[in-house]
């Protein structure tokens, strides 16, 4: 099903010259303009509904279809404006877009096209996502000359009216930017609305898209109702070439471009020469170590972290919070694009005036959103190339009541240990009573002040040794394998457990070493890297299950 909106050009208030009696100059006939009442002009605008959907003439390119369509990867996939150039367009830039949502009135111009010309008669396509949007119309997207991809401003619902803006100015809307459109004879909502240029629009019923294609829909989109042909990827260059395409889908790839190799330790996922989806393994850099969680009510809320070594970008690093037990949800802020230096400790928070207040000191970073939106019973993370490198509780557990519960006190890393991976490490934690940061005005009123900056990236067994390094390891945990790295050359690694004994040992011959822990028990292990002369540097390791 389907409505119908009749048309209506725009009308100017006040003295009106009513083109269709008088086609010409009135002074070249001695005609004088046709005055219309106020009454009858309210007449004919409320005699059409389309004052909400048409209220500007036609402009050398309009706005023909809103698209909310309920496309099989959901999401904003779905969403997409379409447009038809009723003259040449020689710059499309002129134009642009924005969405009124939930009926706020307009929020100008979101979106500007790019410097393109566009033919008269010729369809163009701003789409979300436009290899979905391919996949939905199949053959249909050759009727669009040129498919565009859009930014998110493109963020319409189905009760969101769009404006078309020329040089800054609206030209054309649908919808009424100030009414939420549920429930309105225009609502679209995973449906659609569209014009065949003679200003009646039809909104398909709302719901209605829901299929793998639009032809297998309740209401397929009527610009799609004589396309023919087979989709496909018609360059002969590209991986995914099909020689028995006969319309192009948009779904060609090629040699350099992105992929997904299904391999979650690695990153630059790319088509390789021979069309392979190769991913680069991933190495954590173990450069930025998670050290502290503090929270004291409502505010501050602060993390607190330390770099191991100089960082050129903290960039690739970014946090997130999972909240009550239902898992990670990735990055939720990322740091910025800044050095830092061997031995800082950063402070990310929510609130920088109560973080001052209750430390006495400035934090790092004062916008940390929702990855400092936690509670005492959420997991944090932290991540370096959107993979999970240092972690503090379980991120699929509500630590509420449980042995890292943290609310309204701090959770600190023991010193030597870090970074964790994805998996939590309770050893190498050491927790505040519950309450202790509930009350006081300042961090050094509490019963159990936070240690600010006091985390030591050598275990504290061997603090005292000067001549000791770190090693790094990878990965830690480990299941089985592990890498050893120092800054001289390794002859011997020595694996003891938390007795002191020898558990394990392997030879090596420069800076790497590696050393299999698969017989181990879980637990706890402190390797140690030996050059001819002496130990030259030992970390802790975790065996995990």
């Not at 189905?158 to 100015?169: P, Q, S, T, V």
């Not at 030209?171 to 009414?179: A, N, R, S």
């Not at 989109?221 to 070439?241: F, H, K, Q, R, S």
């Not at 050359?489 to 392997?506: C, F, H, P």
Request: net charge negative.
């Amino acid at each position: 099903m389907a409505i119908e909106h009749a048309g209506l050009q725009q009308l100017q208030v006040g003295m009106f010259f009513f083109q269709n009696f008088c086609p010409v100059n009135p002074t070249e006939r001695n005609m004088k303009p046709i005055r219309i009442p106020l009454a009858l002009l309210a007449l004919l605008i409320f005699t059409s509904t389309s004052a909400l959907y048409a209220a500007m003439p036609l402009d050398s390119l309009t706005l023909v279809g809103v698209l909310d369509l309920d496309v099989p990867s959901g999401g904003a996939d779905g969403k997409a404006l379409h447009f038809l150039a009723v003259e040449d367009v020689p710059d499309l830039s002129a134009y642009g877009v924005g969405t009124a949502n939930n009926g706020g009135g307009t929020d100008g111009e979101e979106y500007t096209f790019p410097a393109e010309a566009l033919a008269a008669g010729q369809h163009l396509l701003l789409a979300r996502a436009p290899a979905a949007m391919s996949a939905y119309f199949g053959a249909c997207i050759a009727e669009f000359s040129t498919v565009l991809e859009a930014s998110s401003a493109v963020n319409q619902n189905g009760n969101d009216a769009i404006e078309l803006f020329h040089n800054g100015a609206v030209v054309q809307t649908y919808g009424d930017p100030d009414t939420d459109g549920t429930g309105t004879d225009w609502d679209y909502a995973d449906s659609w609305a569209y014009t065949d240029g003679s200003g009646n629009w039809t909104t398909a019923t709302p719901g209605c898209t829901t299929g793998n294609t639009t032809e297998e829909s309740a209401c397929p989109y009527p610009l799609c109702e004589n396309a023919e042909g087979i989709p496909g990827c018609m360059d002969v260059t590209a991986c995914n070439y099909d020689p028995e395409a006969t319309v192009d889908d948009l779904t060609c790839t090629f040699p350099g471009d992105d992929c997904d190799d299904g391999d979650v330790m690695t990153v630059f996922d790319a088509l390789d020469a021979n069309c392979d989806c190769m991913g680069t393994p991933f190495v954590p850099s173990n450069a930025l170590i998670l050290t502290g969680i503090v929270h004291a009510g409502a505010s501050p809320k602060a993390l607190e972290f330390y770099v191991v070594d100089d960082l050129e970008t903290l960039g690739q690093y970014g946090i997130g919070s999972a909240q009550n037990g239902g898992g990670t949800d990735g990055v939720e802020w990322s740091f910025p694009d800044e050095t830092a230096e061997a031995g800082a400790f950063l402070y990310v928070t929510n609130d920088a005036d109560a973080f001052s207040a209750f430390f006495g000191f400035p934090a790092t970073f004062v916008d940390g959103g929702a990855a400092c939106n936690f509670n005492g019973n959420d997991a944090i993370e932290l991540f370096e190339a959107g993979i999970g490198v240092d972690i503090y509780g379980e991120i699929d557990v509500d630590g509420t009541g449980t042995a890292w519960d943290y609310a309204d006190g701090w959770a600190y890393r023991v010193n030597g240990t870090g970074p964790d991976g994805v998996t939590y490490v309770p050893t190498h934690w050491t927790l505040s009573e519950l309450g202790v940061m509930d009350g006081p005005v300042a961090n050094e009123f509490s019963d159990e002040p936070f240690p600010t900056g006091t985390y030591n990236n050598i275990p504290d067994a061997v603090t005292e040794s000067g001549a000791l390094q770190t090693l790094s390891v990878f990965p830690n945990p480990t299941r089985g394998n592990l890498r050893i790295s120092a800054d001289r050359a390794i002859q011997r690694v020595e694996v003891v457990d938390a007795q002191g004994s020898l558990v394990a040992s392997a030879s090596a011959a420069g800076p790497l070493a590696f050393v299999d822990l698969s017989a181990l028990p879980v637990g706890v292990y402190t390797v140690r890297a030996f050059d001819q002369a002496a130990e030259i540097g030992r970390t802790r390791v975790v065996r995990a299950e």
